[in-house]
């Protein structure tokens, strides 16, 4: 039967089949068949949809009228099971998009059957009044009166009213989005506008009847909606004028806005599934990212969102029955199995599906919860509710074969946010229970579970010694919530969790919480709702004041001595390394060598080429611990050369969590033999090794700090050379880094990079990205695609006194991370073609996690740099940097540079430098320009330069001096301006302080 439907109705493929009927199918068929949402003609009545074979089962009312829109009536089309079901069901509505100026609920009738026949729910497809006929509210307006329609009549259609979920595509999202965030606000009340405006609510619900009943729905999924209709786009954009009444959006601002979804978010509003595809021509992908961000800035709990690289407007293929099972799994979570909320303080449980050692199409007949018939036909199903909350056992201990620095504890700590990862074959996590008790069903959060099915095996034991399979299969697709793992009811003490592997290929094994509970009365599998928020600080935080090596109160923090070796010296060869380029694996012998040593030894190892073919979990050659130093006899002379190959998150060594010692006179290589590209464009597809040499890192809160790295050569690298992550004082001195293996974009090729936690300020925890030092040290090109990094809210950090030589774009970057108070001195930079000498503010990244400006107060001094595209770059409205004493010459052929040029730099200083003898053409001393931020996120960082000081500044022999494209508040003082051509260029409506008479602009 379904067969025969796909063949008379759609008539495609069966991969554009599953993008339509999975995905809903009226705004795929618009995309796909080249239909634009700007067309203002409604469909005409030979458009049509022809009649839809209803299946077996489903009982299919076209034509329901639900009330009045404005003077005339509309109707909803409702598809239900024919035979009544045991319990009421689930609502999904589905609202059709067109550019609010043409679609028709009737494009979903065989959509909504599928929602009986094979999701489980109640199917919905509802009209509204188009823009032809009438602007907005009216299209809100009459779909709050569908869904009070459906509350009013709940009884009749045998539906659940407090389980309504929502579905919108393009015109069809931003309805759906406006439904789910306007649900508590009445006409006439009044709302504070972004803009500081106070004006009233316009009528929003209307009065087509059902006045009576609610119109809260309780999720939302918005595919690809238009939700901002502030920018240029909407300004422009014909069906955006028409939803206004014939207005563009910048004529009637106020009105706009209250035509946004963002406008009206509140901690209260339901969870929101948002996807949206970069590719889109039709709607930016950054109302997506807008409308997310208002929601997360106002509390909304649940908002979960993804750019979807390669998608225009309409998926297809892999992403469109990816994004289709990503929206079933959100709805069935808040919607189907949504939360039932027990008294004040008490634990929330969802009532999930547990999961089965077998696939999903195989009925459990001791489980009816479980089983909707995969086939057409009636549904069957019990919605279980709790009496009282079911509370999981206490763990009394948990422990793991390893960690990645998140450690086991993290699991028992109610909170989704923490995790525990391992990674290799076979990592297990185990959870002691104090004595054996009754074991039903586990619930386990998987660690990007939204992304990603994990492979674990469960098992029990009752002493810990003997072991009983319990459990094997796949986590389920698409959450990261807690999910029902339902085991063979026994008795035991201790429970056991095995990885084995995930289907994205990361070797880790993530775990975020997991709980053991006793058998349901039942048999059926609730779990605790956990929550996920980042924890405070363990101590209230002391903003610092002054950049580099200080302490918060301006007073200077010493560096660290190295560490030095009090015991015993341990050499490799006496554990049987051998030190010729062979076959033989020396890293178990190396290792062997540190596992021996106490605090206060050496592991030495002679000059020679050691081979490290073995790991110890699929990622790191050799792991270092606390107080013993590794050695090599002579820098080029004494080589570590790795096998790791192509392998994600992998080191040839890595400190985590560990403190004094340190890591000297070595060459760090791998086997890799590829071909070296300095295209920095793209990725090179013959890029290999080890993804960074050394990193050092936390473990859990605990930082790694007091390391040197001194005298290493680091080459034959994918990603970076030295890692630093969450750690601080970390001092890598006298070393040498070349020949990544790939330059291109995504984080590869970088030489160090000293990183936080992105978009969080760790100032008052342990683990703060802090003191940490590069100096003395060489970067060649061009084969580095930066050479030294600090990214990710890290502050107070210095790199001085290094060479960087022909990197393939900035030298230093700064990398748009509100990095702060860090200090960059005594650097000799030259030959940077395509990049900066020093670079900060960013407009790198992936939506919505992108790149911005770097934190403020960063200080830039008695530099060296010759001959580069930029010299010092200051961009997406990174403030308050300090640029002093550099010295800035000799640009002689690379056309269009500039000395020091300030974007949207607010407060940047920029005093007594030297920039001379930069003949090439067109080249500019200094120059001050507007920033169009980053497009690809609406604009972030656009804006002209403010209260920009130059002061005392000396530019003598350059092409051009002194260029005000843009700003406000510039301040002129005591500059010194000889140039080849133009001394001062000035846009009329630049506003400055201290611009020279017209006889000193020119020479």
Known sequence: MRNGLRRKVFRFSTRVLLSLILLCPPLELQALTQVHAETLVPISSSAEPQPVPVPEGVELYEDVLIGNAGTRPIYTSIAVPKTTPHAPMPVMVYIHGGGWNHGDR?????????????????????????????????????????????????????????????????????????????????????????????????????????????????????????ADFTTNFANSYKSVKALLGGNNAFSVPDQARLAMPGTYASPDDPPFFIRHGDADATIPYTDSVTFSNQLKDAGVKVVDVKIVPKQGHGFTGEAAEQASAEAWAFLNQYVKNRTTTTPPGEVLYRDLTSLTPSDDAVIDSSKPAGNLRSCTGNISFIRSTLA?????????????????????????????????????????????????????????????????????????????????????????????????????????????????????????????????????????????????????????????????????????????????????????????????????????????????????????????????????????????KSGVNLRGENQSATILKTALNKVKNSALMKVSGQHDLSISNLTLTSTWKGNYTADHKVNNPDAGGPDSMITIANFGELPSYNITVDGITVEKYSRMGVRIDNSRDIV????????????????????????????????????????????????????????????????????????????????????????????????????????????????????????????????????????TREGINVTMGTPDTVIERNLVENTAHIEDAKGIRVLNGPGTIIKENVIRNNTAPNYWAVSLEHDPGDSKANNIGEGDPQNVQLIGNLLTGNTNGIRLLAGTGITLQGNFVDSVSLNYFKSEHVVVEGWPSKNETNP
């Open 732 to 867: 890598v001195r006298r070393s040498t880094f070349r020949n990544a293996t790939d330059v291109g974009p995504g984080g590869a090729g970088y030489g160090v990079s000293i990183q936080g936690m992105a978009k969080q300020d760790r100032n008052g925890y342990d683990n703060d990205t802090l003191w940490n030092v590069v100096e003395d040290s060489r970067f060649e090109g061009p084969y580095l695609r930066h050479g030294a990094l600090i990214q990710f809210v890290a502050h107070n950090n210095v790199l001085r006194n290094n060479q960087f030589t022909n990197t393939k774009l900035d030298a230093i970057d700064l990398h748009g991370e509100l990095e702060y108070l860090n200090e960059i001195y005594g650097n000799v930079i030259s030959d940077i073609p395509y990049g900066a000498a020093i670079g900060l503010g960013n407009t790198g990244g992936t939506a919505p996690s992108n790149h911005s400006k770097t934190g403020p107060r960063n200080y830039i001094h008695d530099n060296t740099i010759r001959n």
């Open 106 to 226: 009737k494009q979903a009738l065989a959509s909504i059957c599928s929602y009986v026949t094979k999701r489980g729910y109640i199917g919905v497809s509802l009209d509204y009044r188009l823009t032809p006929e009438a602007p907005f509210p009216a299209q809100i307006q009459d779909v709050k009166l569908a869904i009070r329609y459906l509350r009013a009549h709940a009884a009749e259609y045998h539906l659940d009213p407090s389980r309504i979920g929502v579905w919108g595509t393009s015109s069809g999202g931003h309805l759906a989005s406006l439904l789910g965030t306007t649900a508590q606000i009445t006409s006439g009340e009044t709302i504070t506008l972004d803009t500081g405006h106070v004006v009233n609510v316009p009528d929003l619900s209307g009065n087509g009847g059902w006045q009576q009943y609610s119109d809260q729905v309780q999720a939302v999924v918005d595919m690809y909606g238009p």
């Open 388 to 624: 009282e909350p079911i509370l999981p056992y206490a763990t009394v201990n948990v422990t793991a074969s390893d960690s990645d620095g998140n450690i086991a504890t993290n699991t028992i700590d109610n909170n989704l946010f923490t995790r525990w990862s391992a990674a290799g074959n076979g990592p297990w996590i185990e959870y002691d229970l104090g004595e054996c008790k009754p074991i039903g069903y586990l619930g386990i959060a998987v660690y990007k579970g939204d992304t990603r099915t994990s492979q674990l095996n469960i098992e029990t034991s009752s002493d810990g010694a003997v072991w009983t399979p319990a459990w094997s299969g796949a986590s389920r697709f698409m959450t990261t919530e807690m999910q029902a793992f339902d085991l063979p009811d026994t008795e035991a003490r201790f429970v056991r969790i095995v990885g084995l592997g995930n289907s994205d290929g990361s070797a880790f094994t993530s775990l975020s919480e997991v709980d053991v509970y006793a058998p349901f009365a039942n048999g059926d599998t609730p779990v605790a709702s956990i929550p996920n928020f980042t924890p405070g600080p363990p101590r209230e935080p002391v903003p610092f004041t002054a950049p580099g090596l200080t302490e918060a109160d301006g007073t200077v923090h010493p560096v660290h001595s190295p560490h030095v070796t009090t015991g015993r010296v341990l050499n490799v060869l006496n554990y049987h390394a051998d030190p010729a380029d062979n076959d033989t694996d020396d890293g178990l012998a190396i290792q062997a060598a540190i596992n021996s040593a106490q605090p206060g030894d050496e592991v030495y190892l002679p000059s020679g080429v050691y081979n490290l073919n073995s790991t110890l979990d699929t990622l790191v050659n050799l792991k270092l």
